[in-house]
């Protein structure tokens, strides 16, 4: 997957599940994800994270932290509303 083209699903979704295969175990992992980060709750998190040439920066829900996620590894994002059975507002 491309830099824009998980910007632009993570953006449609607002919150997501983004699976990835990891790096040193190949194994298919996951975390819920959002690149708004305009809530308070997040802007009140410390990140010392700084994207780089083959990352994107995403807040993690499910680990309540930043992360630097590797778009070329990612295989799917699905939208939380859509796991959850919500219609998003």
């Given at each position: 997957?491309?830099?824009?083209?998980?910007?632009?699903?993570?953006?449609?979704?607002?919150?997501?599940?983004?699976?990835?295969?990891?790096?040193?175990?190949?194994?298919?992992?996951?975390?819920?994800?959002?690149?708004d980060f305009s809530t308070p709750?997040?802007?009140?998190?410390?990140?010392?994270?700084?994207?780089?040439?083959?990352?994107?920066?995403?807040?993690?829900?499910?680990?309540?932290?930043?992360?630097?996620?590797?778009?070329?590894?990612?295989?799917?994002?699905?939208?939380?509303?859509?796991?959850?059975?919500?219609?998003?507002?």
């Amino acid at each position: 997957m491309t830099k824009l083209e998980l910007i632009s699903l993570l953006n449609q979704y607002a919150d997501a599940v983004v699976t990835f295969r990891s790096e040193n175990s190949k194994k298919l992992k996951y975390n819920v994800c959002t690149l708004d980060f305009s809530t308070p709750y997040i802007k009140n998190k410390n990140n010392r994270a700084k994207e780089h040439e083959g990352t994107l920066l995403v807040f993690c829900w499910d680990t309540d932290s930043y992360r630097l996620l590797k778009y070329e590894s990612v295989t799917s994002v699905l939208p939380l509303s859509s796991i959850l059975k919500n219609s998003r507002v």
